[in-house]
């Protein structure tokens, strides 16, 4: 397999970021098969002679996914690639560590990045990261992807990249409910900007390197959902702010919002590590109704006083 000739890409789940990153990679001339668990067609059928198969079924279908394929042949040349940005429920485990423990010899890539999909299937201008412990597999997804359009860097370290994508999906959460209680622009840039050491002090707990945070899969993806109403994490905090109840905001959210689920397990893995979480803290309050949006800004800013880089190291 070389870096420049046409893939086989199949790509399991056909959501909304599922189709958009068939766009890009059909745009390049290579060879999509795009399949969802509702596809007349077997999987099977699907990932035959499949040279990298990409997931991008939200974090509830990757479990489900990986036991479909463990019941099929996948030779140990193919490349996994993850695009999920969620924590499994189960072990708090990322995406990308749950298929590299159901496929210990594959090469496991992570995509992650400030990609609204929406934006993306317009063809406007993004970037993003491929991150893998295997550096060439890496860098065959980047070709497959990369466009004038769509700008693909890799780096080494898939934890990271991966985490960066999934926690800032609580932050975009609280982003929705200061811009929905009209809370100005300093608070906004207060919050993002302590959204930030939040995140890289559960990262780095984890195994993650505090650097790759402060690239487009941290940092980017941050300022990307947290500014943008076409985030559904965005939307979920934007509606909790106008006083709708979570389960109203679900019925007429598009797709998955995944800092939902990301909050709960983050705050579970908080809790028992001792990692201090302000933020999460409060937005898994109020999606559990325990406070208003109002309370939860009091309740962030009535805290202890403490210096700026409290028990980070960077
Ligand atoms: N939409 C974006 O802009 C975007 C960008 C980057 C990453 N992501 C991430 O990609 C993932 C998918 O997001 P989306 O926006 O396409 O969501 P979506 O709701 O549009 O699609 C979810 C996909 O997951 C599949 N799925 C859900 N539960 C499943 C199950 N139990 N078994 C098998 N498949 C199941 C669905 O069939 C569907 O194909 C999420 O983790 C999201 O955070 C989304
Ligand atoms: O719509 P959201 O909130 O899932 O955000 C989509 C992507 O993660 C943005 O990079």
Redesign the pocket.
């Known amino acids: 397999m070389t870096n420049n000739k046409q893939k086989k890409l199949t790509i399991i789940?056909?959501?909304?970021?599922?189709s958009?990153l068939a766009t890009l990679a059909k745009r390049n001339q290579h060879l999509v098969r795009l399949w969802?668990?509702?596809s007349t067609e077997s999987l099977e059928a699907v990932i035959t002679d499949a040279d990298i198969i990409l997931s991008?079924?939200?974090?509830?279908?990757v479990r489900?996914?990986i036991e479909k394929l463990q019941a099929l042949t996948l030779p140990e040349k193919v490349i996994l690639v993850t695009?999920?940005?969620?924590l499994d429920p189960l072990t708090t485990l990322t995406p990308s560590q749950i298929w590299q423990e159901a496929f210990p010899s594959h090469s496991i890539v992570v995509l992650?990045g400030p990609?609204?999909?929406?934006e993306i299937q317009q063809g406007l201008p993004a970037a993003t990261v491929v991150a893998s412990n295997n550096r060439s597999a890496a860098e065959i997804v980047q070709a497959v992807f990369a466009s004038e359009n769509f700008r693909v860097y890799v780096n080494s370290d898939p934890l990271g990249t991966e985490l960066g994508?999934t926690l800032k999906?609580v932050m975009a959460i609280a982003a929705g409910v200061c811009d929905g209680l009209q809370l100005g622009t300093n608070a906004k840039a207060g919050l993002m900007t302590r959204a930030l050491p939040e995140m890289i002090r559960v990262g780095t707990y984890l195994g993650a390197k505090a650097s790759t945070f402060f690239g487009l899969s941290g940092l980017g993806d941050l300022m990307a959902t947290c500014n943008s109403p076409l985030s559904?994490n965005y939307q979920v905090g934007y509606g909790l702010s106008q006083g709708k109840s979570l389960e109203k905001i679900l019925e007429n959210l598009e797709?998955?919002a995944?800092g939902i689920n990301t909050t709960e397990v983050l705050i579970r893995i908080a809790q028992t590590k001792e990692i201090y979480v302000p933020i999460s803290h409060q937005i898994y309050r109020l999606l559990k109704g325990e406070i208003t949006p109002q309370e939860a800004v009091k309740a962030l800013m009535e805290r202890e006083p403490r210096s700026e880089f409290h028990g980070l190291e960077i």
């Open positions: 789940g056909a959501g909304v970021w599922g958009a969802s668990r509702h991008a079924v939200s974090i509830k279908g489900p996914t695009a999920t940005k969620g992650s990609n609204l999909s929406k994508g999906n559904r797709g998955t995944e």
